[in-house]
């Protein structure tokens, strides 16, 4: 490569954004003048990556809870759009964040200009027919973290490599036996988006009343990534008078540490799982998205670490099982019972043997240069 490149970077969630600050390292490790412009989070803007907009306080999951958003995501993505034109950079790089990156693509596109998709849309796990094609078409090059993914897109005729999850490069997986032989601390990780936080954070508060009646000595732990959600979950918290930490600025506890957590259906249910973490998945959505959500789904389970199984290894309840009777029930037979935290432990190790090795920033990085020689 004659110059160093120009690069557009896009994510538009907390999860995106940390995949794209390890992606923005790993690119500037093999190309220290790499220039990178985007969309992200503070943890993108820490590895150099010059913010145009931070999306990542207006994530939401869901048709109802994304209409509060839309204005500040609408000005993002068209201040985007007129960079892309200004600008023309060497290359875009898509993170996630469905709904803007893939008419990002499509703008791209129309320029010229090389991209590539990176943590894919989960349009192999639900959707229209069509969408799983119109991804696949969306971008030159497709960087799938998983091994079914990448069959699914090849499938629908994308260009698909296999690269791994970055979750593997997170932290190592705590040892066999490491964690404490009795159970002390609980995670509560009720989301990274105000919606999440919002609808299970007074549940999983309710939970760890009912868990420090019966397990007085329990310790617990609240990350709270963004600053925007400080305020609320302080006050909730405080309103409890439960003794919980929270952990300010971390969008995970230290795993190590942690004996249970209590999660958001999400990548935190994988990152626990990676970690070899019991744990135990919620969520809930309006009415009218869950409706939508049934409708488009396409396997039984939203858990990815149940999905890639195909089976419940993480107990997960939806809607209106997300309750905090059923959640204590579950919370104490992980805590209580050697065996059952023995066999979710087993069901992990299967798990990290389908999500490859280490490395997937590294190879995501090496994919997106080659790509870049190839269009030169």
Request: proline share 8%; net charge positive; hydrophobic share 45%.
């Amino acid at each position: 490569m004659t110059r160093s490149p120009l690069l557009f970077l896009s994510a538009g969630e907390v999860s995106g954004d940390e995949h794209g600050a390890a992606l923005a390292q790993a690119l500037r490790q093999r190309q220290p003048g790499c220039r990178m412009v985007g969309l992200g989070g503070v943890h993108m803007r820490a590895q150099g990556v010059e913010l145009l907009a931070d999306l990542t306080p207006h994530g939401a999951v869901g048709l109802i809870e994304q209409w509060p958003h839309l204005p500040a995501v609408l000005a993002a993505f068209w201040n985007a759009r007129r960079w892309l034109a200004e600008h023309r950079p060497d290359a875009v790089v898509l993170i996630d964040f469905q709904g803007a990156n893939l008419r990002l693509a499509a703008q791209a596109r129309r320029l010229g200009i090389p991209t590539v998709y990176y943590m894919l849309p989960q349009a192999w796990l639900w959707g229209l027919p069509g969408d799983l094609r119109r991804v696949s078409r969306s971008a030159d090059l497709l960087l799938a973290a998983f091994k079914p993914e990448a069959e699914a897109y090849a499938a629908a005729g994308g260009k698909v490599t296999y690269v791994g999850h970055p979750l593997l490069d997170r932290r190592p997986p705590s040892p066999p036996g490491e964690h404490s032989p009795s159970p002390g601390t609980v995670a509560l990780l009720p989301g990274s988006r105000r919606h999440e936080v919002e609808s299970l954070l007074p549940i999983f508060l309710e939970v760890a009343r009912r868990l420090l009646a019966r397990l007085p000595d329990l310790r617990f732990v609240l990350p709270v990534p963004q600053a925007a959600l400080l305020p609320s979950v302080r006050a909730r918290v405080a309103a409890s008078e439960l003794p919980i930490a929270l952990l300010v600025g971390e969008s995970q506890p230290d795993w190590r540490r942690s004996d249970l957590a209590l999660l958001a259906s999400g990548t935190a249910v994988l990152e626990a799982a990676i970690h070899d973490i019991p744990c135990i998945a919620a969520y809930r959505v309006a009415p009218l998205t869950a409706a939508v959500a049934r409708w488009l789904l396409r396997g039984r389970h939203v858990t990815l670490p149940n999905i890639l199984l195909g089976r419940e290894a993480v107990p997960e309840f939806l809607q209106a099982r997300a309750t905090a009777e059923r959640l204590t029930e579950a919370s104490l037979c992980l805590l209580e019972d050697p065996a059952a935290r023995e066999r979710q432990r087993e069901d992990y190790a299967e798990l990290r043997r389908l999500l490859g090795s280490p490395g997937a920033s590294q190879r995501a990085a090496d994919s997106i240069l080659a790509t870049l020689e190839l269009s030169r």
